[in-house]
């Protein structure tokens, strides 16, 4: 289904005629509602507890782009991870669609990321060994799927971020926007209802920055990903439906919803 | 496939690396494939030694001790019948050199009546036990001895003694025994040597330097043993007699404690590989934390991650391993050096079976040495190692 959805979006985008969709708004197809109920997270460092999360609430709706802002240190990240099962809470739950992520075990979680969750980081995480294709084919080696099927996947994520003329180039030999494509094609050749981007724009000039927040839109608006940005900037912000605030532990709404149905 | 193309890369981003501990594991196994090749030798030597079931008596002192040659008919006495002891056979070692020639030759003047009772595992033919009655200075080559100085049949050719007399002896060479279980040492007999002796007014016929008896059972090999000991026991020359096994193996064991020197040569350098071995491992994770990091971030589990460093370290050393065991398995069974002579071992023969068995041990030291750097990246903790990196 994934690579059907995504060949009729690449046909589209190969038609100059057809641009209006970049501001057509589409329903959310995935139904992965993100519900964070009262979540508590410490760190001790030599014995002493460091609060970074007090009893957070938090609902994202399936098919929102949701952008969160706040000073360093308040704990962005850490919540990121928690939503994407890169940690647990010290209490409270989270849900991400149908899951519950603090009854799955370890490797249930470790299962479920690999399906439901794509991350973006700020130092993109490519292995330099590989290629850009071999890149964004990595996650794929999770799934027990044909290598016919692999590389049909990996060559339509490398199109939707227009990286095609550069699948065969090392990290090394790409620029830092051309990395991070990269890197949004790996989080989403999986087709995971969730893209989780931790400052995807941090290390990127504006002009740059501005085509990653434009791809990202375009995952959100065609193809319904629940998408939570981490950014310091306010331009980068703009581009989301719902701006949320965290401070200090506490989590305020600057910013409303525009298209939920 | 790309699973594999990544381990494989990951062995190529550090070449030098990758090249040095590759070099540090062959070394070992370059070591231990030789040392098992000589044990392993040696142990078919000994062993065919037991099937002869052949009693070695020397004088109880050293074997260098020379005992009185009348014993013979003392030992032959013990079984009157020849039931269980089958042949006496007095030897005595002569050495020998060729004019102009540096090298030492292992020559043993023997009784001519009872060296074929003794040594029916060399088949010597009609022919040859013909000519070796017929002819007083026949001589009969170790088939090594005769390629190296390149003799051959018919040949008539000079030794000169290590002992007395101490004067060039010419010697016809009757057969370059074939099957001899001890390529290298030849045979003279004793009634020349000794003829010689008195030729040059040298006593010394009623001394030789050891007995080889054959005995016809394992039990009579365990009671003529101790049988002829006893006998001798209050004699002013006393005598120590051992199977022809116990007697090589004393010998060697005396001279190079071989085999067990060998083996903790052997072990030592392969515990050096592992310790080679584990440094680059963690070395490569640690310059890789990130990447660890990474893919666990994309749902590559734990035990993947363990699985994947295991790997990655076994091709590191299998590597290493095929390279150390080709060595000495291509310069043995390729180059001249196959045909070099080894004391005792004679020619040495690189088994197969033993380069299949080292690279084995590469594929264990590969497991070994990843154990730890494995478990350090499997309970790698994602979020705290991206944190850093960020
Ligand atoms: N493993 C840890 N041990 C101790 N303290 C930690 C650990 N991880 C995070 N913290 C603390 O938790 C707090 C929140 O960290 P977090 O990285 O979530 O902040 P952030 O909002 O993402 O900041 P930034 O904008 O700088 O990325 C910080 O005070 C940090 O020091
Ligand atoms: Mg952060």
New binding site residues.
Partial sequence: MFIGELQRYVTRLQNPNNVSFLIQKVCPMSLANISVHQVV?N???DRIE?P?LNGLDLTIPAGQFSVLM????????????LIGGLDRPTSGTIQVGDFNLDRMSDSELTRWRSRHVGFIFQMYHLIPVLTAAENVELPLLLFSMSSHERKQRVATALQVVGLTDRMDHRPNQLSGGQEQRVAIARAIVTDPDVILA??PTGDLDAKTSEEILNLLNILNKEFGKTILL?T?DPRAAAHGQRILH?DKGILSQEKEAVCVT | MLYWIYLIRNLTRNIRRTLLTSAAVALPIVIFVLSTSVISALNSYLDNAAKQMRLIVTHKTSFINPLPSGYRYKIEALDPERKELTAVCGMHWLGGKVENDPRLLSTLAVDKDNLEACYPDYHFTQEEMDAWHRDRQAAILGPETAKQFGWKLGDRITITPSLPPYTPMEFHVISTAEHASDPVTSWIRLDYYFDALKEHGFHGDEWIGFFVIKCNSIAGLDHYRRAIDELFANYPDPTKTRDEKSFVNEFIAQQFNLPRNLAILASLTVFVAIMAAMNTMSMNIRDRINEVATMKSLGFSSRSVFVQILIESMMLCVSGGFVGALIPYGLFHWTPLGSMTIPVIQALDIPLLVCMKAVLIAVGIGILSALWPAWLGAKL?V??AL?YL?
Avoid: A, Q
Wanted: net charge positive; no cysteine; proline share 4%.
């Fill in positions: 997270k760190y001790h460092k460091i970074v706040g000073p360093s240190g308040s704990g962005k990240s850490t919540l990121l991870h931790d400052e981490v310091h965290l | 903790n979020v705290t944190r960020e």
